[in-house]
């Protein structure tokens, strides 16, 4: 019937690459009111996330131990083909954009880390906590910077894209996969903080 | 039945054929060949998975048959596995088997295949196979992906110690291709050109997270590995063993050893079974399990107790009776009946274990550091009677059972503390005095020890003293000290008294300690004796007494350098005459003097032997304070009367006197010592410990020499530091001290005279103003010149005439336009009135003075300010001063002066104001007053100006200005 048609067109539609943005006129409400200072919070929580990534990284690579220490560019290099891409020279409301598809994408990876680490490396403590607050601070940020686009831009939506799935790898893979993560992470966010 | 006879017949007879049939050539297979064989993969064990039929089996037809598997590597040929695998094949029936490949699938490539023949075990003669099924290939590396490297298996599980096999499969035909274990590089073989493989023998456990394996090629960024998990092995339980303390459960424990727990696995879980009731249950924890006894009388039981984890199970067995598992729970409710000085009865309960069993239970009684065990039979509650206590004393009783019937734990212990009554003293206090008369009074200090424990029976509450005096003449005295006090001052009324003392507790009194203070002091006259004391003590011995002791008494003081001094006592035995006294309080360097008493049957003390000693010697640690006197050129004396022999730390021999000199001769009585830093020098020796005095001579006059008396004794002598220093004095300096001493104070005598009087001697030998009486010129002059001339008395001075000279008013007049003023003349007169204020200047003209005499130096005008202080009319005393100040304040005092105003000054005629009697001018300034001329009277010898006409003034004046700075 239709309903069928209807839901493969809607799935190929959406598969692979991300919606493009919500027109500018749509409307936008938020449910409580941002903060006055909105763009000084998200560039102090830029800054935040930019000082502990390398700290996460180190601690990341350390838990695997061995070859992953000493083959970081081998194991852990920043070969994600499916980053979000971020780019410094566009204007506000793009970077914004751009913005939210990074953190949405590191907040499902983070996740996937942390989920799997508890598993891989039970007493890594620290790494846990350290991957905790890091995904803490990308949903502050994720809010706030929905919050600046529905604001300033009347962005409500933004399509995004997520990682993949590391659940049905082995166990080297998910540490390979997550280390290369964090060392993107860790790339990107220097990039975004400066810009 | 039938059926089955069918079936086996036709079997038999299809197997003859078939034998018939192989006989004859082999040429037809055999027709139950195994058919439709499909192989598959499972990567997760490594195992391949066989799935075949046999056809043409007759419905319900069934028989054994033998399937022999082959299976090759990388090619057919190469068989690596050969197995027969022997199943009951039925009609239609699918058949299974599996087989664990130690290389892991995906590293090669494997075929398959397989024949079947019928068991025919109890048949003799070869087998009859059918042909060979058609090679299967399972090959997993079609389906890997496009990745240049990978490496397998993939999060395998082993157990430590197991052998693994490692391969890595590259499809970028890469051979420079490096594998590591924990960064440790593996040595592998080539499998074929694209895989490699590594056996990994006796694998250790590492860490429960894992171990990383990866390899990484010697070009690009492709390192690809893998985890291994090694676990420990899993162990056999130990200790594993079950009781009852109820018959309600029993509880089984056991010894799980090391934990097998992996992220790929969790750790081994325990299961109970029992096979005589056929239960189990799953223990969740590690290292016990309840288990509910059934309420049936079981009373065997047969437990399998099973550790089992992803690897393996292991499993031990423990078959034993209830009864004879029985531990007991502990006693409770412990009581204490009919506790007496010396008894008291101990209840207690038990929980019961059925009817039908008895409890042994255990008694142990702690007290006085003594064990007591005692065994009781017990069925509900348990009872035991201790006897033969101390008083006073806590004990402690304990209680545990077992079963009576067959033994297998004691039970915990329950303890419980009780303390038995109190029982009147058993022993008199021991008692010692000392004896003092105060004020022609005999005092009576009383000392007694506690009594200890075993003796007081209980607390002690009072100490009772009764006096009695022997001669009858007063009234017994009786005291009670309360406890604790260790003694008591008593003054008697008399000296002869015995003295009872008794300990009191709350049950009763001791038995008395009885003394006798004697009238007589006792034989205070002993010798004293040494004693050397050895690490045991003292060892003091004395002479049996010829009367009849009821036994002796040695006294002493523990804190001999103390004042309340800690008197102890012992007491001994009428036989013995010798005995060691040693205590902790003993301390090397203090001399403990010892007083041995012998007790006559009246109880009276007397003297026996006196005795010090040092429990050890040790050498002096400081010199005497030695006084030095009588210094000589040749000798002096030296002087220590304040040692005491008696306070030091080892009897003292004598002592050594060291004299050092730069001469370093000695004389005789002397002998040359070389002291400890190597320095020469004499030393005299004094045997004589109470000689404190010494004389040193033989000295050089105006010598340095140093001294230093120390004491020795049999263990040394004092320190040698601290000499002394003296220098002999000349031996002619007393006599010219007793010269030069009176002749310098006379000197310095006359010189403070001489200073004090400095004025008279002045005035007597060299004045200011000579005296013309006394002035020998004019003796000479008279003599020789004019023996009418004459010096004129004062006396015959008469004023004729006072001439005042009004000055001008309003006129002020510089020192210049003074000067030129004639004839103005400015004098000082004595008076006796106050310079309040200022008048018309008066010159008084004496004419005993010619003109020229006058004019030259007698009467100068000089205004003198109106208020001078006297500090700055005392510097007119000098005619430079003088002459300054006028200068200084004359412009102001002329100021000062109001215009019209007129000074009247006087001139002394008597004393020149730089005379001795200089003191009139500052502290009677000359007030300006209205100015007169006074002239000076005086006789003038031939030569000077002749004297004027009135010659009646007495009085002399002296100009106060020098030669050439007069005013006119």
């Known amino acids: 019937g239709v309903v069928p048609l209807l839901l493969v067109l809607h799935w190929k539609h959406g598969a692979g690459t991300p919606l493009p943005i919500t027109p500018v006129n749509a409307t936008c409400a938020t449910r409580h009111p941002c903060h006055s200072n909105l763009m000084n919070q998200i560039r102090n929580q830029l800054a935040q996330l930019n000082g502990s990534a390398n700290a996460l990284f180190i601690l990341y690579y350390t838990a695997q131990g061995e070859p992953f220490p000493n083959n970081l560019d081998k194991l852990c290099g920043p070969n994600v083909t499916d980053f979000p891409p971020f780019h410094a020279n566009g204007t506000e409301k793009t970077r914004l954009v751009e913005l939210y598809r990074i953190i949405a994408y590191l907040g499902a990876s983070l996740g996937n880390i942390t989920r799997d680490q508890k598993v891989l490396n039970p007493n890594a403590l620290s790494l846990h906590s350290k991957l905790n607050a890091t995904a803490d601070i990308l949903r502050g940020l994720l809010s706030n910077v929905l919050c600046r686009l529905c604001n300033k831009y009347h962005v409500a939506h933004v399509d995004v894209a997520y990682g993949p799935d590391t659940s049905g790898k082995d166990v080297f893979q998910k540490k390979k996969l997550g280390c290369q993560l964090l060392g993107k992470y860790k790339q990107v966010i220097a990039v975004v903080a400066q810009a | ?968």
């Not at chain 2, 006294?555 to 001094?565: A, H, I, K, L, N």
């Not at chain 2, 004062?794 to 210049?816: A, F, H, M, W, Y």
């Open chain 2, 1 to 968: 039945m039938a059926l089955f006879s069918v079936s086996q017949t036709a079997f038999l007879l299809a197997f003859l054929s078939l034998r018939t049939y192989q006989s004859e050539g082999l040429s037809e297979p055999l027709p139950w060949a195994p058919e439709s064989l499909k192989v598959s993969v499972n990567t997760t064990c490594q195992c391949l998975h066989l799935q075949w039929t046999v056809h043409n089996l007759a419905h319900h037809q069934e028989f054994r048959m033998v399937f022999q598997i082959e299976i090759s590597r990388i090619k057919t040929s190469n068989v690596i596995w050969v197995e027969n695998y022997t199943t009951t094949v039925k009609w239609n029936q699918v058949l299974h088997w599996s087989w664990e490949s130690k290389l892991p699938l995906e590293c090669a490539k494997h075929f398959i295949r397989m024949r079947s023949a019928v068991d025919a075990a109890k048949t003799p003669g070869p087998r009859v196979w059918s042909s060979w099924s058609s090679w299967e290939e399972a090959d997993v590396q079609n389906s890997l992906g496009q990745d240049p490297l990978f490496i397998f298996p993939k999060d395998k599980l082993v157990e430590e110690g197991s052998n693994v096999t490692i391969c890595y499969v590259s499809k970028s035909h890469q051979n420079n291709i490096s594998c590591y274990l924990e960064g440790v590089r593996m040595q592998g073989e080539q499998l074929d050109p694209n895989v490699s493989v590594f056996n990994l023998n006796h694998v250790a456990f590492i860490r429960e997270t894992g171990t990383n394996i990866y390899c990484k090629p010697g070009q690009g960024d492709g390192i690809k590995g893998t985890v291994l998990f090694v676990s420990k092995v899993l162990q056999e339980p130990k200790d594993f063993s079950c009781e009852t303390q109820d018959f309600m459960t029993l509880n089984c424990t056991w010894d799980p050893g090391s934990d097998t727990g992996l992220l790929k696995q969790l750790s081994q879980s325990y299961t109970l079974f029992e096979s005589f009731s056929g239960k189990k249950t799953l223990c969740k924890p590690k290292s016990w399990c309840l288990w509910q006894v059934a309420p049936e009388s079981q009373d065997m039981y047969n437990f399998t107790l099973t550790a089992e984890n992803y690897l393996r199970k292991r499993s031990v067995h423990l078959l034993f009776n209830l009864t004879h598992r029985v531990h007991p729970m502990a006693p409770f409710n412990i009581l204490f009946k009919n506790v007496s000085a010396t008894s008291a009865t101990m209840t207690w309960k038990v929980h019961s274990i059925g009817k039908y069993y008895t409890l042994l239970c255990q008694v142990e009684l702690y007290g006085e550091g003594k064990v007591t065990q005692h065994n009781v039979s017990v069925k509900v509650d348990g009872a035991h009677l201790f006897s033969g206590l101390e008083p006073d004393t806590e004990y402690l009783a304990q209680v545990r059972c077992a079963n009576g019937d067959y033994f297998w734990k004691w039970s915990e212990w329950t303890h419980q503390n009780f303390t038995t009554a109190e029982a009147a003293p058993s022993e008199a206090p021991d008692v010692w005095r000392n004896v003092k008369t105060v004020q022609g009074r005999c005092v009576v200090t009383l000392f007694w020890k506690p009594l200890s424990k075993p003796q007081a029976h209980g607390k002690i509450l009072f100490y009772n003293i009764v006096i009695e005096y022997l001669d009858r003449t007063s009234v017994s005295e009786v005291l009670s000290i309360p406890a604790p006090a260790s003694g008591t001052e008593l003054p008697l009324n008399q000296c002869s008294s015995q003295i009872r003392i008794t300990a009191s507790n709350s049950v009763g009194t001791s038995p008395a300690s009885v003394l006798v203070v004697s009238r007589e002091p006792g034989n205070e006259e002993v010798e004293e004796e040494r004693v050397k004391g050895t690490e045991d003590g003292f060892p003091l011995s004395w002479n049996p007494q010829p009367r009849h002791v009821t036994g002796y008494l040695v006294e002493w003081c523990e804190q001999p350098r103390d004042p309340p001094c800690d008197l102890q006592w012992k007491n001994l035995g009428p036989n013995v005459t010798s005995t060691v006294v040693s205590s902790d309080a003993f301390r090397p360097g203090v001399r403990y003097n010892f007083r041995i008493y012998g007790i006559s049957t009246e109880r009276v003390p007397y003297l026996l032997a006196r005795k010090t000693g040092y429990s050890q010697e040790l050498a002096p640690s400081d010199n005497p304070q030695v006084v030095m006197t009588n210094l000589t050129s040749h000798s002096f004396t030296l002087s220590w009367k304040n040692y005491s022999t008696e306070s030091q730390t080892s009897f003292i021999q004598g002592y050594h006197v060291y004299l050092k000199s730069k001469a370093g001769r000695c004389h005789s009585g002397s002998e040359k010592a070389v002291l400890s830093d190597d320095v020469v020098c004499c030393k005299y020796k004094i045997d004589n410990p109470e000689q404190k005095t010494f004389v040193v001579e033989n000295l050089q006059p105006e010598s340095f020499y140093e001294f230093l008396v120390t004491p020795y004794t049999s263990v040394g002598e004092g320190p040698h530091d601290a000499f002394a220093k003296v220098t002999t004095p000349d031996e002619y300096s007393p006599t010219l001290i007793r010269i030069l001493l009176p002749t310098v104070f006379c000197i310095l005598l006359i010189m403070i005279t001489c200073y004090l009087k400095s004025q008279w001697m002045k005035e007597k030998c060299y004045p200011d103003i000579p005296d013309p009486y006394k002035s020998s010129v004019l003796s000479l002059i008279k003599s020789k010149e004019n023996p009418h001339l004459t010096i004129m008395n004062i006396k015959d001075c008469v004023p004729d005439s006072i001439e005042v000279l009004n000055k001008q008013e309003g006129t002020r007049k510089s020192l210049t336009e003074t000067e030129s003023t004639k004839p103005t003349y400015l004098y000082l007169l004595p008076t006796e009135k106050r310079y309040s204020s200022p008048g018309p200047c008066i010159c008084f003209e004496n004419f005993t003075y010619n003109q020229a005499a006058s004019d030259s130096a007698s009467c100068g005008h000089v205004p003198v300010p109106p208020k001078a202080p006297p500090s700055q009319l005392g510097l007119l005393t000098s005619p430079e001063n003088l002459l300054k100040a006028l200068e200084k304040n004359y412009m102001n005092s002329l100021g000062e002066i109001p215009a019209g105003e007129t000074s009247l000054n006087y001139v002394s005629q008597l004393a020149s104001p730089m005379s001795g009697d200089m003191s009139n001018l500052p502290t009677n300034p000359p007030e300006p007053a209205l100015c007169s001329e006074y002239k000076m009277q005086m006789a003038i010898p031939l030569g000077l100006a002749s004297p004027p006409s009135s010659g009646s003034s007495s009085l002399s004046s002296i100009t106060l200005l020098d030669e050439g700075e007069h005013y006119h």
